[in-house]
C-alpha cells in the first residue's frame, strides 16, 4: 500500500502521491515499440497531448530517443531536436500540463529545463550513461526519475546475471539516492526498470516484490505498459497487451505504485479509481 505521506513537488506545488497519478507516454520518435505512442506531426503531438489530458493524466512523458532493445542509436542534437519540436507545440496550447521528458543525457536535460521549464526529467540509467546527470538536476532543483538499468539501450539484455535481483537493485538506489541528496536533491522517483537489463521471469519477480522498495519512503513509479514481459507470456504482441497491462498495473498499485507510466491513460486512471474502491484507506 502506498504511504499517505508520499508526495512530489511540481510547479511549485505539493502533490499528495496518496492517490497514485497517471503518466501518458508521447514519443517524438519513428521507432518506439508501440505505434500508438509515436507521433510524427504536428497534429499528432497536440492531439496525443490533448488525449492523455482529457482522458485524466497527470503527466505528459515525452521522448526523442526510442530506448527498446533494439533501437537504434540518435545523436544528442537530433534527440533535442525532436524534443525542442514536440515542446513548443504542447507549451504553446497546454502551458500549465506538467511535462516530463525522459532522456538519459545531462546536455538535453539541461536545455529542455532552460527552454521549456520542464518538470521531471526521466533518466533511463539512474545516471550511468552521463556522469553529469545528476549536477544539472541538482543546480535546476528538477524533480528527478532515478530508474535502474544495467549497460545501455543496445547491451541491456545480455546483462541479466544477477547473484540476487532485489538486492542489486536495492543497493544502486541506496547509492544514487545518497549522491543526490548530498547535492540538495529532493524529489527522487524511483523506477526498478521493468524491461531493462532484466528477464521476463525476473520482471515477474520485480512486480511481485514491488512494495519492499517502500523502505525508501520516496515514490515509485511502475512503467508496463504493454511490455513484452507481459505479451510473451501470453505468446501475443504489444498491440494486444491491453488487459495484460490493466493486470500488471493492478498488482503495481497493490505493490505501492506512485505513479502509473502507460500507453492507455483512460484504462489506467480507471484502475486506480477500482483499486481505490477496494483499498480506500489509499485515497
Sequence with gaps: MLPNSISIRLKKQVYSLSKPMVMGILNATPDSFYSHSRMQSDKGILTRAEEILVQGGSIIDIGGYSTRPTADFVPAEEEKERLFWALDIIKRVFPEA???????RASVAKAVIKDFEVDIINDISGGTLDENMFEIIAAYNVPYILMHMRGTPQTMQTLTDYDNLEENIIRFFAEKISHLTALGVSDIILDPGFG?????????????????????????LAGLSRKSMLYKTLDTDAEHALTATIAANTLALSGGASILRVHDVKEAVETIRIFQHTHPQAE
Excluded at 98 to 104: A, E, G, P
Excluded at 196 to 220: D, M, V
Design 98 to 104: 506538467i511535462l516530463s521528458v525522459d532522456t538519459f
Design 196 to 220: 531493462f537489463a532484466k528477464t521476463t521471469e525476473q520482471n515477474f519477480e520485480l512486480l511481485g516484490n514491488l512494495s519492499h522498495f517502500q523502505i525508501f519512503t520516496r515514490p515509485l
